[in-house]
């Protein structure tokens, strides 16, 4: 069972990034997947979820009109598309499932991996 998050990288203020979370040995859809992320000096917060029995989506309201969340059964795939990126949300971004809903603490994700690194610069 592996998640893995990719698509960060270095991307000027304004600018938009797709992080991508592929899962093996399991099947995404039976899960809620979230994202987290954790910038520099602080706790790990989440970012957004999809829920798994409806595909309702629980964005924090710091991102809600900039990210969102989706995902594709086909390619067994999440994704954090982000726009307008400000400063403020670099961070590491990972994804994580739960078998029991979206959960708000990373205490209550079942599955996760390593994160992938968003930088917000000029």
């Known amino acids: 069972v592996q998640l893995q998050a990719s698509g960060g990288g270095l991307v000027q203020p304004g600018g938009s990034l797709r992080l991508s979370c592929a899962a093996s040995?399991?099947?995404?859809?039976?899960?809620?997947i979230a994202w987290f992320r954790q910038a520099p000096g602080k706790e790990r917060e989440r970012v957004s979820c999809?829920?798994?029995?409806?595909?309702?989506?629980y964005p924090e309201d710091s991102v809600k009109d900039r990210f969102t969340i989706s995902r594709d059964s086909a390619k067994n795939t999440v994704y954090l598309q982000m726009h307008s990126l400000k400063l403020e949300d670099t961070a590491v971004y990972y994804c994580?499932?739960?078998?029991?809903?979206?959960?708000?603490?990373?205490?209550?994700?079942?599955?996760w991996g390593k994160g992938t690194l968003v930088t917000v610069s000029s």
């Open positions: 040995g399991f099947t995404l859809g039976y899960y809620a």
């Open positions: 994580a499932a739960s078998a029991v809903g979206c959960q708000r603490s990373w205490g209550g994700q079942d599955y």
């Open positions: 999809i829920r798994n029995s409806d595909g309702r989506i």
